[in-house]
């Protein structure tokens, strides 16, 4: 399980993972404090790659944590949204 994304960003941005086989995948972002701010996708996907859109429009500047989980793994990155 990969998760993928440009650092930093401005504005949107777009946010890749690759799923080595069939499984529920959920992508989310986190705050500072744990708090979930967006869910990007949550549901059944194939074995691929796919890209979801992170709109940081509405967030404050700084540092995130995106999160990939699946069935049997979770992956966390940390994205920085800035000015």
């Known amino acids: 399980v990969v998760l993928t994304h440009p650092n930093p960003f ?3 941005t777009q946010i890749a993972y690759t799923l080595p086989y069939a499984t529920h995948a959920m992508v989310k972002v ?4 744990g708090r979930e701010v967006a869910r990007l ?7 691929g790659t ?3 859109t992170l709109d940081g429009s ?8 995106c999160v990939l989980e699946t069935g049997s793994t979770t992956v966390v990155e940390e994205v920085v949204l800035s000015r």
């Open 10 to 12: 401005r504005g949107t």
């Open 58 to 65: 509405q967030l404050q500047p700084g540092k995130y944590v």
């Open 41 to 47: 996708a949550d549901g059944f996907r194939e074995e």
């Open 30 to 33: 986190c705050n500072a404090l």
């Open 50 to 52: 796919y890209l979801v």
